[in-house]
């Protein structure tokens, strides 16, 4: 059973976020309830299905639990062209098309073979997750076209750096779906054998198979988002365990103890915190204006300002008058509306 070591699994729930392909750095708290469902997803080896409205941070807890494990991430943004085999792998078949006809005017053979598919072909995300030892000897051995990986190498806030490949041999993944909602059903069905079996076998002649018995002592952790836009298919669902992320107290505290992640306090925090600053009235100023908007009756769930609205807010703020909490406070009374008010009838 993988779990957290003890300098792991301490105390602290704020969790730096490295950068990491297209998602800048940020900070995450990681509560007890999120903590609990992340140690029994990989303690016992199923997938962590993370249901929420849009901006409650779904996407952000799968780079969380990769710091709160010492995991490498690996991650895919669920698309609704993204087919079943762009997971375990893609075939450049341009490519390939155009090294069999250039071979066939009589040019030179070059480094490609087009009678070989490996060339042509790259790892994805689920191929990474489960054999990242396997994907890079594919990458390095035999893919002659340009392919995509995961970041080789990741900065902290204190200059460090961390190696993904060291992390995935030593103590494997934390692979994301994200937003699994947006393809057909026919995705998360095609994904029921692998996430059973955690490997799959590769479509060419030789008998090669990819699984994490062969190459890592745990199973990825893999943690599907989705945004409730299409229902998922039951089989999928029953092979999961369930994590909704949702206010367990009052929404505007729940909200404002997230903002304490990314806004230190002037009135409390130290010298050296690298974190924006701003004061308490100004989370709480913000924050009123929210559950004013949320109380509003032509909102239903799906279409209330939440998380992510409040943070953009905050965040604007902050650039537009830093260290000013008066020239905040004029800002805030000015602009709130437009971080708001995005499903309101004209005239409002």
């Known amino acids: 059973m993988n779990t957290p070591n003890d300098s792991l699994k301490r105390a602290q729930d704020r969790f730096y976020l490295p950068a990491i392909g297209t998602w800048p750095a940020a900070r995450y708290l990681l509560d007890q309830k999120s903590r609990d469902a992340i140690d029994l997803a990989a303690a ?11 901006g409650t941070g779904k996407s952000d807890l799968a780079r969380a639990a990769s710091e709160y494990l010492g995991r490498a991430f690996v991650y895919e943004v669920v698309t609704a062209r993204t087919e079943p085999q762009d997971l375990l792998w893609r075939l450049d078949a341009i490519a390939r098309l155009a090294d069999a006809q250039a071979q066939g005017v009589g040019s030179k053979p070059g480094n490609t073979d087009p009678s070989n598919p490996r060339h042509y072909v790259s790892p994805g995300a689920l191929w990474w997750a489960i054999g990242w030892h396997s994907a890079e000897t594919h990458l390095k051995e035999h893919c002659k076209t340009a392919a995509q990986r995961p970041d080789l190498t990741l900065k902290l806030d204190d200059g460090r750096t961390i190696n993904q490949q060291d992390r995935a041999k030593k103590s494997g993944c934390v692979l994301l779906l994200d937003e699994i909602d947006k393809a057909d059903s026919e995705l998360p069905n095609s994904l029921l054998e692998v996430l059973a079996n955690t490997g799959f076998r590769l479509p060419w002649g030789e008998d090669i198979k990819v699984g994490y018995g062969n190459e890592l002592l745990c199973k990825p952790l893999i943690i599907v988002t989705t945004n409730e836009d299409r229902e998922l298919p039951p089989a999928f669902v029953r092979r999961c365990l369930v994590l909704n992320i949702e206010a ?50 032509h909102y239903d769930d799906s279409h209330k300002p939440g998380l992510a609205e409040y943070l953009d807010l905050l965040r604007g703020i902050h650039h537009l008058a830093p260290n000013d909490e008066a020239k905040q406070k004029d800002w805030l009374s000015r602009v709130y509306s437009f971080a708001y008010r995005k499903h309101a009838a004209p005239g409002r």
């Open 44 to 54: 016992c080896g199923r997938p962590l299905l993370v249901r929420g409205l849009p």
């Open 248 to 297: 367990d107290q009052d929404f505007g505290s729940w909200i404002k103890s997230r903002a304490r992640v990314h806004f230190r306090d002037p009135d409390e925090s130290k010298d050296d915190d690298p974190r924006p600053a701003l004061t308490q009235a100004i989370l709480d100023s913000a924050a009123a204006h929210l559950l004013e908007e949320r109380n509003q009756s």
